[in-house]
C-alpha cells in the first residue's frame, strides 16, 4: 500500500491551463465620432482581440488615414523588434473611412493594399452599416438619403451619434446582408467598393466576436 502511495506521489502535477494571447489590432478611423462610438460599443458588449481604436485628427481624405496607419504599423514593427516582444506589433491595421466624393479615394486604396493594410470601406458612408443592422439594403443611395432613412424609420433624432446598445440585436443581420452586397459586386465583377458596399463586417470578423 505504502507503494501505491508513493507512486501516486510521483504523477506530475496537473499542467496549469494556458492561453493564447489576444491577437492585436490597430483600427484607424476617419470619422470622429459615429465609427469610433460604434465599435467603442460593439468592443464593449463583446470580449475578442485586444483593438485600439484611434481617430484621426482631420476628417475629408482617407489617404491621411491610411498614411497614419502605415506610420503606426511600422512604429511598432520596429519597437517590436527593439525589444525583443513580437507582441508589441499588430497582428493587423485597419482603416475605416467612407467613399463619399474624396478626391483621393482611388490612392488610399492603392496604399493600403501596398502596405498590408486591411480595409473597411463602406460606399457610400457608415450608416449604410448601420442601416444593414435593421433592414436590407434599400440599394444605390446617396449618402444624404440613407442618414435620412436612419432618422424617418429606425433611429429618431440620428445625428451621427450612435448607441450600440440600439443595434447590438442585428450584428449578426448587418453581418449577413454586407457579405451578401459584397458576394453581389464580386459576381458581377464590379468595383468591390461600389455603391452600396461596406467593409465593415470584415473587421467585426477580425476582431472575433461574431
Known sequence: MGGRSRDRDRRPARRAPSREPKRRLLVVCEGKR????????????HRGS????VIHPERGDPKKVVEMAKDAHTKAK???????DPFLAYDQVWCVFDRDDHEHFDDAIQMAQANDLQLAVSNPCFELWLLLHLRESPGERHRDDLRALLRKDHLPGYDKRVRFSDLAAGVKDAIARAERLAQDAERLGDDPHKNPTTGVFRLLRAIGCE
Open 34 to 45: 459615429t465609427e469610433p462610438e460604434y465599435l467603442r460599443g460593439y468592443l464593449a458588449a
Open 78 to 84: 520596429k519597437l517590436a523588434k527593439q525589444q525583443h
Open 50 to 53: 485586444a483593438v485600439e481604436v
